[in-house]
């Protein structure tokens, strides 16, 4: 930046108080270039790029054109009607919503409900995060959601002040994100640690969570339970698998490890969520015109021949609607028989329209991960390979591991057709740090490093809720009006597996979470103790002082 600048924001140091982030927006005709973010550590001031930023002005460039998150009703080439330039615009409200999007910052009006009132607010001088958020009628900022109180004030005295110092710039305190660091990335060599008091924690919280997880450690054993539960096995299984392990990231680095988490074991359901990934790659590359098409106009191996099975679309596959008929390396998608499905056996039932209802359904799945097979047209572990575990870092040595009979011949080669999961074999072997490094990959919406992998708009629409299950996506798992786990953000989602195995991601938090071979019923209070320790950190920290 210009030297005048420099001066005008060593200046503006002297109004923040404590470790305060303040995101600083040129607009007006002078406005040149992307916003940026001031990061106030210690008595350092260090500045950063912010990726999209709205304000209740309006930027002067086109960054709406390039935002995908517009509320509902705004013009996407266009600034919001709403410019709240003048006194009568002061009660218009807006809301910061910070999700799965490394620096990126987004400013949607607030939803119908909240809490906010502002009926005294200066005029262009307050933004807040999602509701639910409480605020005096001085234009205090005293808490939002369960979390400690805030208090930040953003007053006449400072905007006009801090338009003296910056002029045509607007400035908005962060103070969730108050240790928020800029985009890391781990190297395929190395992942960076970093103690947890420095991305947020309270170290001992943190700890007192890592010894509920080890103390959960779940039961299930091949031998004794897979063929029981599952029924007759097509694929190979591990003899043992390792004991609970997990990972714990915050701002991409490790804040907390335990067990043996370079052990590549089955992952079970947790596959269906990378298989998800890979169809979202089919759909960048144009192999998949629209998720709305019948499966049929693309796949023409028998599988889709009959009439029911000919409605059936790529999105009632993918959220798990299809009620597809058929046989499937020797099983049949009815579930119904003690020898083939075990103890997990469904009972007789009329088949339905397709997209009608939601049924999990691992048959169906893998008839979807076969139909992908012949668009690629090449095995979906090399697809996942080289466009997504190679780019990301993750090590050589996982395997997702076909049944013994689901080889099928194209292009004059036999290639094996991977299953969803590992309810019969097989399935997706993986340690928890490469499950770590797919999941921080989603938090970023499919950016790793200067890399779009994944399409952002395919990993929005996997997570938004499906209408006959509105906990589950395009194979991921939803915390929908916080039915999953009712300490978590309703924004939370995870890949979640028999056993149990979780990748559990927190956009609120920019936290991804994996944990292995623990109880199920175990899951919502160790979420629960994470926030715990973050929400202690921050109660524990120094609050500025309304003046």
């Not at 009660?91 to 119908?112: M, W, Y």
């Amino acid at each position: 930046m210009a030297g005048g600048l420099d001066r005008d924001i060593a200046e503006l140091d002297h109004l923040i108080d404590g470790d305060q982030r303040w995101v600083v927006r040129k607009l007006g005709d002078q406005s040149s270039g992307p916003p940026v973010i001031l990061i106030r550590q210690g008595n350092k001031l260090r500045i950063d790029q912010l990726l999209v930023e709205r304000s209740c002005n309006g930027p002067t460039d086109d960054s709406y054109a390039k935002n995908p998150d517009l509320a509902e009703g705004q013009n996407a080439r266009s600034p919001p009607k709403n410019k709240c330039a003048s006194a009568d615009k002061t009660n218009d409200t807006f809301a910061l919503s910070q999700q799965a999007r490394g620096r990126e910052v987004i400013f949607r009006p607030a939803e119908k409900g909240s809490s906010v009132q502002r009926e005294n607010f200066p005029a262009c001088g307050l933004f807040f995060r999602t509701p639910p958020v409480t605020a005096d009628q001085g234009g205090n900022i005293i808490g939002f959601r369960d979390g400690p109180d805030l208090h930040v004030r953003i007053d006449g005295a400072l905007m006009k002040r801090a338009n003296l110092i910056l002029p045509l710039l607007v400035v908005i305190a962060l103070p969730r994100l108050a240790q928020w660091s800029p985009k890391y990335f781990p190297q395929r060599d190395g992942w960076q640690r970093k103690p947890p008091a420095e991305l947020g924690f309270d170290t001992a919280k943190l700890r007192e969570a890592i010894e509920y997880a080890q103390a959960n450690d779940g039961s299930w054993d091949f031998e004794k339970d897979q063929v029981r539960v599952f029924g007759a096995q097509l694929g190979p299984l591990p003899k043992t698998h390792a004991a609970t392990n997990g990972i714990i990231l915050r701002h991409g680095y490790i804040a907390a490890e335990f067990g043996d988490t370079s052990a590549n074991d089955p992952v079970y359901s947790v596959a269906k969520s990378f298989l998800s990934t890979v169809c979202g790659l089919a759909v960048q590359r144009g192999l998949i015109r629209d998720l709305n098409d019948p499966v049929a106009r693309y796949v023409h191996d028998g599988g889709y021949d009959s009439a029911h099975n000919a409605q059936i679309t790529w999105k009632y596959h993918l959220q798990q609607t299809s009620e597809w008929e058929g046989t499937l390396w020797g099983k049949n998608s009815d579930f119904v028989g003690l020898q083939e499905f075990g103890t997990s056996q469904q009972k007789p039932r009329a088949i339905q329209p397709p997209g009608s209802l939601f049924e999990y359904n691992d048959i169906r799945i893998n008839r979807l991960s076969l139909s992908l097979l012949r668009l690629f047209a090449t095995g979906l572990p090399d697809v996942l390979k080289t466009s997504i575990m190679d780019p990301i870092g993750a090590s050589q040595e996982w395997r997702w591991v076909p049944y013994a009979n689901s080889y099928v011949e194209i292009g004059g080669r036999k290639i094996g057709s991977v299953s969803g999961g590992t309810r019969w074999g097989g399935g997706l072997w993986i340690n928890s740090q490469d499950l770590a490094r797919f999941g921080l990959l989603i938090l970023n919406r499919g950016q790793w490093g200067n890399q779009q992998l994944v399409p952002a708009k395919w990993l929005a629409d996997a997570v938004t809720p499906s209408e006959h299950q509105p906990s589950y996506g395009y194979l991921w798992w939803l915390n929908t009006n916080r039915q999953s786990w009712p300490t978590a953000p309703a924004s939370s989602f995870a890949a979640m597996g028999n056993g149990t195995n979780i990748i559990w991601i927190d956009p609120d938090d920019d936290i991804v979470f994996v944990w292995r071979w623990f109880r199920n019923d175990a899951m919502d209070e160790m979420i629960s103790k994470i926030l715990g320790a973050l929400a202690t950190a921050q109660s524990n920290r120094p609050h500025p002082t309304p003046n």
